[in-house]
């Protein structure tokens, strides 16, 4: 008789790679009239979170919108990690970076 040995596996934790909170931004004084304040935050960059410092931009900034809420499975193998989606500026709104796997 033969017998078959089953093996369950559960998957393995999910390594995420939160941001950092934000910084407290002093703002210097506005260059002028129609600026507008672009607040900081962090950004992922290559392998790491990297703050992107406030700045004035000429014309209308809308607050950053909140964190949408994104579905993050299993990791495609055990040196995977997760980095959320988040918000940066970019040209003259603010854009939506996905969450992704990385290693």
Known sequence: MVRERVV???PAPVVIRHMPAPRQEVLI???GPGYAWVQGH???QGNHW???A????HGAVRRMPELLVESVG???SPNHYWVPGHWHWQ?????WARGHWAY
């Open 50 to 52: 990297q703050w992107q």
């Open 42 to 44: 962090w950004a992922w």
């Open 54 to 57: 406030g700045h004035w931009h």
């Open 91 to 95: 040209t003259n709104d603010w854009v």
């Open 74 to 76: 299993v990791a495609p």
């Open 29 to 31: 004084a506005q260059p």
């Open 8 to 10: 369950v596996r559960e």
